[in-house]
């Protein structure tokens, strides 16, 4: 194994001051309610608005200063979302009076989460995009209140307006001027104009991210997001100008964001490295994008491609491309991973806007153990059980002798009254 280019090691950790600030705002939050979120919204982002609250008025006007084209495009892409979150639904399968002993009945029912918020970033650009991607499931889900926290634009009172529009066209129920973790905060306990949720999705920045952390229990979350990330796979087929556009559209995100490419190809290593300076030259986002390669990215040649599907495994990584020969062979080894795109075409940007996918995924190497969100994520599967006089015969005295072994007394006496 041999690192064309290496990562440099930037601590990425949580701070105890950051934690601790976020301490305080949830506490203050917990409170003071209302006063403290609209006092947070001012101190954060010079938003002065007392209700909080998108009124029906502002969305149209949103509708208006929006390109024609772009609501037909987030129309498409809320389409698509749509589309393949009814066939998630539709796979997932209720289990009713199984017998799993005669006169003992269980099953189970898949129920959505009644009230669901959901985060919206809109810091640095606005992300209408993960709009559509988190309400849009809910409301297939069968979610009933369905409500969207994003921070407005700096310096003034108002969401962007692409923002509103995509979540309108989503189906979300309410909208709230509101970001960081203050938001995080009042969708957990509640303030005099934010009913409190049960479940808490969408990604944000390291005080969102924290502030979920640290809220967790009292809500629900989808998972704890940090930098994204893409890893490509390629052996010597992989097209440069591909690989390198598709690590540059992943830099671009922030600072800490991560491009790794992990090859079998020294020169097509090379190749990418010098591509990459190359296409940096007239990109707009330059100077995040810049700074993203020269510290997060890594170009990485191996010896195989199963050493490259292992190393892929153990990165874990929340968008994965193959650029490889033999596909089958290569989905037949990767498993840890947020969201793959297999083949030269299938670009991370498609997944980002308009395949049908979801682009809220896992980070940091959670994707060993979660998915992304999807309508699941907006489900509980509960189970039932009822049994008649045969059922309680066949398993009522075997409930008695392990009540009786763990020293419940009072276990083993109900389960005695059955039989």
């Known amino acids: 194994m041999e690192y064309l280019k290496n990562k440099i090691e930037v601590p990425l950790e949580k701070t105890q001051e950051m934690e601790e600030n976020v301490r305080e705002i949830i506490a203050n939050v917990r409170q003071n309610k209302g006063a403290a979120v609209i006092e947070y919204n001012s101190k954060f982002d010079n938003c002065n608005r007392e209700n909080l609250l998108v009124s029906r008025d502002e969305i149209e006007e949103a509708y208006k200063n929006v390109s024609p084209q772009l609501i037909e495009d987030i129309k498409k892409s809320a389409e698509n979302v749509k589309k393949f979150a009814i066939e998630q639904k539709n796979s997932m399968k209720e289990v009713e009076?199984?017998?799993?002993?005669?006169?003992?009945?269980?099953?189970?029912?898949?129920?959505?989460?009644?009230?669901?918020?959901?985060?919206?970033?809109?810091?640095?650009?606005?992300?209408?995009?993960?709009?559509?991607?988190?309400?849009?499931?809910?409301?297939?889900?069968?979610?009933?209140?369905?409500?969207?926290?994003?921070?407005?634009?700096?310096?003034?009172?108002?969401?962007?307006?692409?923002?509103?529009?995509?979540?309108?066209?989503?189906?979300?129920?309410?909208?709230?001027?509101?970001?960081?973790?203050?938001?995080?905060?009042?969708?957990?306990?509640?303030?005099?104009?934010?009913?409190?949720?049960?479940?808490?999705?969408?990604?944000?920045?390291?005080?969102?991210?924290?502030?979920?952390?640290?809220?967790?229990?009292?809500?629900?979350?989808?998972?704890?997001?940090?930098?994204?990330?893409?890893?490509?796979?390629?052996?010597?087929?992989?097209?440069?100008?591909?690989?390198?556009?598709?690590?540059?559209?992943?830099?671009?995100?922030?600072?800490?964001?991560?491009?790794?490419?992990?090859t079998t190809s020294k020169e097509l290593g090379e190749k990418v490295i010098g591509e990459v300076e190359n296409q940096l030259k007239d990109l707009d986002t330059k100077d995040v994008a810049g700074v993203s390669w020269k510290n997060n990215g890594e170009v990485i040649v191996v010896e195989t491609l199963d050493e490259a599907f292992e190393m892929a495994n153990d990165y874990a990584p929340e968008h994965l491309e193959i650029h490889v020969k033999d596909e089958e062979y290569a989905l037949e080894k990767l498993y840890n991973y947020g969201s793959l795109f297999i083949g030269k075409n299938a670009a991370e940007v498609f997944g980002?806007?308009?395949?049908?996918?979801?682009?809220?995924?896992?980070?940091?190497?959670?994707?060993?153990?979660?998915?992304?969100?999807?309508?699941?994520?907006?489900t509980k599967t509960v189970t039932h059980q009822k049994m008649n006089e045969e059922g309680v015969k066949n398993i009522g005295e075997i409930a008695v002798r392990m009540a009786e072994g763990e020293y419940l007394s009072a276990h083993a006496r109900s389960a005695k009254k059955r039989i």
């Open 97 to 262: 009076d199984f017998e799993v002993v005669p006169g003992v009945f269980l099953g189970h029912r898949i129920l959505p989460i009644k009230n669901v918020g959901c985060y919206v970033p809109g810091g640095g650009y606005p992300l209408y995009s993960t709009a559509i991607m988190l309400i849009v499931p809910a409301k297939v889900a069968g979610v009933n209140r369905v409500v969207a926290c994003s921070p407005p634009m700096k310096g003034e009172n108002k969401i962007h307006p692409s923002t509103l529009v995509a979540m309108d066209i989503a189906g979300v129920d309410e909208i709230y001027t509101v970001g960081g973790a203050q938001s995080i905060a009042a969708l957990t306990y509640g303030t005099e104009q934010i009913k409190a949720v049960d479940k808490i999705v969408g990604p944000g920045n390291q005080y969102v991210t924290e502030a979920k952390r640290q809220c967790f229990g009292q809500i629900g979350i989808d998972f704890i997001a940090g930098p994204s990330e893409v890893l490509i796979v390629a052996d010597d087929i992989g097209e440069v100008e591909y690989i390198a556009a598709d690590i540059l559209a992943q830099c671009e995100h922030d600072y800490q964001a991560r491009g790794i490419l992990i």
């Open 352 to 378: 980002d806007y308009i395949s049908g996918t979801n682009h809220t995924l896992p980070t940091v190497r959670a994707a060993r153990y979660t998915g992304g969100v999807s309508v699941a994520t907006f």
